[in-house]
């Protein structure tokens, strides 16, 4: 497992905490470092900062976490893992090898459901608006892998189902 945690406001706090960041060997514009107050998960985890500057000067901070232990982590990069430093450079080339495959399947998916602008004021509506959207999404990706046939969906304008139908 290795994830990019989306919670920017606790990765900046932590890399306000950090004594020493390391420079990345192969990337010259991004520093390292481990997390000083990792978040608890139930399995123990790996947490490390990336701090990277864009042209303009702006700080970056990405929080990743990961769940490897180093035999599989040296396997998967190719590096030797036998430093704190190593397994932190080990980890950021893992993270830097990663698809964007399943976010870009997720944002195609909301944005061909049209999720991006249907928004119920009812938490109940939104609720049921997100259910059936998940359903519609499991109906289109699901289906057409098992018997080759492809399901179009319509939408009324205010988020209700319209009509799908199967074709070949």
């Given at each position: 497992?290795?994830?990019?945690?989306?919670?920017?406001?606790?990765?900046?706090?932590?890399?306000?905490?950090?004594?020493?960041?390391?420079?990345?060997?192969?990337?010259?514009?991004?520093?390292?470092?481990?997390?000083?107050?990792?978040?608890?998960?139930?399995?123990?985890?790996?947490?490390?900062?990336?701090?990277?500057?864009?042209?303009?000067?702006?700080?970056?901070?990405s929080?990743?976490?990961?769940r490897?232990?180093?035999?599989?982590l040296?396997?998967?990069?190719?590096?030797?893992?036998?430093?704190?430093?190593?397994?932190?450079?080990?980890?950021?080339?893992?993270?830097?090898?990663?698809?964007?495959?399943?976010?870009?399947?997720?944002?195609?998916?909301?944005?061909?459901?049209?999720?991006?602008?249907?928004?119920?004021?009812?938490?109940?509506?939104?609720?049921?608006?997100?259910?059936?959207?998940?359903?519609?999404?499991?109906?289109?990706?699901?289906?057409?892998?098992?018997?080759?046939?492809?399901?179009?969906?319509?939408?009324?304008?205010?988020?209700?189902?319209?009509?799908?139908?199967?074709?070949?």
């Amino acid at each position: 497992m290795l994830i990019k945690s989306t919670n920017w406001h606790y990765a900046r706090r932590q890399a306000e905490q950090v004594a020493q960041w390391e420079h990345d060997l192969r990337r010259s514009d991004r520093e390292l470092a481990w997390c000083p107050e990792p978040l608890e998960f139930e399995a123990d985890t790996q947490q490390f900062l990336i701090r990277k500057y864009t042209d303009s000067g702006k700080c970056k901070i990405s929080l990743v976490v990961a769940r490897l232990n180093d035999t599989l982590l040296a396997e998967q990069t190719g590096l030797p893992v036998t430093t704190s430093q190593e397994c932190l450079i080990a980890l950021a080339c893992l993270y830097d090898q990663r698809g964007g495959g399943v976010e870009t399947q997720f944002k195609n998916g909301k944005q061909g459901l049209g999720l991006h602008r249907r928004n119920k004021k009812s938490f109940a509506a939104q609720e049921v608006l997100v259910l059936l959207a998940q359903l519609a999404h499991n109906l289109m990706i699901g289906q057409p892998i098992a018997d080759g046939r492809k399901c179009t969906v319509r939408w009324y304008t205010d988020g209700i189902f319209c009509e799908s139908y199967w074709s070949t």
